[in-house]
């Protein structure tokens, strides 16, 4: 499906497409997904548990909390970079795939809030100037990265992402960490 997507776009990919990257008859494509759209939801699934994975390993509770800030925007950013043709289809596909599409992609960036809020209270705890922040902020934050991240991929620069690491780190601090006035 991947390869798919990145060839046609979702709105043109066909069962036999998927079939053919996939080196699968179209019966055996039905054995596992009920039609295309079941097939682009699991990829999309699994791609964003393997981010939400890597984003969580990245940001290793023996780092200093700024750091933790960091490396885990830059997994993030290194992870969509690594396949930029695919971030691109996928980041902008999933808008027009349906509701049940947009359901998952929202319960995507839960996750990933749920992840910023659960850091966010450990290093409240012991870094000074941090503050502990709200589920809604939490998920401004993501959608905040989420809309960096867009405008790089519409832009044709989802093979530079990782150029977002200072704006989008500068970004998480700035909301995580209150100014000293």
């Known amino acids: 499906m991947a390869t798919a997507l990145v060839e046609k776009g979702y709105g043109a990919v066909t069962i036999a497409d998927i079939a053919r990257h996939a080196r699968v008859s179209k019966r055996t494509f039905y054995e596992h997904f009920a039609d295309k759209q079941e ?19 990245a940001a290793q509770p023996d780092l ?16 969509l970079q690594t396949e930029p043709a695919l971030t691109r ?10 509701p049940e599409a947009l359901r998952l992609r929202r319960r995507g960036q839960q996750r990933f809030a ?21 589920p809604a902020m939490a998920t401004a934050v993501i959608g905040g990265l989420n809309e ?7 832009d044709g620069r989802a093979d530079r992402l990782t150029d977002l690491d200072a704006v989008a780190t500068e970004f998480v601090r700035a909301v995580l960490v209150a100014s000293e006035e």
């Open 39 to 57: 097939c682009f939801l699991a990829v999309y699934a699994a791609a964003s548990d393997r981010l939400l994975r890597l984003v969580d390993e």
């Open 64 to 79: 200093d909390w700024v750091e933790q800030v960091r490396a885990a925007v830059h997994a993030y950013l290194a992870a």
């Open 89 to 98: 289809t996928v980041l902008l596909e999933i808008q027009s795939a349906g």
């Open 114 to 134: 749920a992840l910023l809020l659960e850091r966010v209270e450990e290093g409240a705890r012991t870094v000074p100037g941090a503050r502990p922040i709200s």
């Open 148 to 154: 960096l991240v867009m405008e790089a991929v519409e």
